[in-house]
């Protein structure tokens, strides 16, 4: 992180820079009438205006590269995150397919239980107990 702590401070010190200017320019006080007294107030104040411009898009590359050079220290952690999250994936398939399994088992000893049933006593009911459940175990 120190690169990023390095980053931060010079950008401060940039934003630091274009304070200072902006008071310079503030100190220039108004622009004078007298043509080589005007011509020279113009020629500092486009400088330091132009120091400001610097400083301000300096301070936003610095700003932004901290944030990126931040976001680096921790894209090791963020990988582990996505692996863990795809290995979560993983188990959560397997276990629907236990479920998936153990529904089938269940539906399939329904249907033995009501061939039972038909078998010790032989009637409509019990007949329609062992169709609804091999129709019951036909739709997995």
Request: charged share 25%; glycine share 6%; hydrophobic share 50%.
């Given at each position: 992180?120190?690169?990023?702590?390095?980053l931060d401070r010079?950008?401060?010190?940039?934003?630091?820079?274009?304070?200072?200017?902006?008071?310079?320019?503030?100190?220039?006080?108004?622009?004078?009438?007298a043509a080589a007294?005007?011509?020279?107030?113009?020629?500092?104040?486009?400088?330091?205006?132009?120091?400001?411009?610097?400083?301000?898009?300096?301070?936003?590359?610095?700003?932004?590269?901290?944030?990126?050079?931040?976001?680096?220290?921790?894209?090791?952690?963020?990988?582990?995150?996505?692996?863990?999250?795809?290995?979560?994936?993983?188990?959560?398939?397997?276990?629907?397919?236990?479920?998936?399994?153990?529904?089938?088992?269940?539906?399939?000893?329904?249907?033995?239980?009501?061939?039972?049933?038909?078998?010790?006593?032989?009637?409509?009911?019990?007949?329609?107990?062992?169709?609804?459940?091999?129709?019951?175990?036909?739709?997995?």
């Open positions: 992180m120190a690169v990023a702590d390095d010079v950008a401060e010190l940039c934003r630091l820079g274009a304070r200072q200017c902006l008071d310079e320019m503030l100190a220039l006080g108004p622009r004078p009438a007294g005007a011509l020279l107030w113009d020629q500092q104040e486009l400088s330091l205006q132009s120091k400001v411009d610097r400083l301000t898009a300096l301070v936003s590359k610095l700003s932004a590269e901290a944030v990126v050079e931040n976001l680096s220290d921790y894209a090791a952690q963020l990988k582990s995150v996505g692996d863990c999250a795809e290995a979560a994936e993983d188990k959560i398939r397997e276990i629907q397919k236990v479920s998936d399994l153990l529904t089938r088992l269940s539906k399939v000893l329904d249907l033995g239980l009501a061939i039972l049933a038909a078998a010790a006593a032989p009637t409509p009911a019990t007949i329609a107990a062992v169709v609804a459940a091999a129709e019951g175990l036909g739709n997995n």
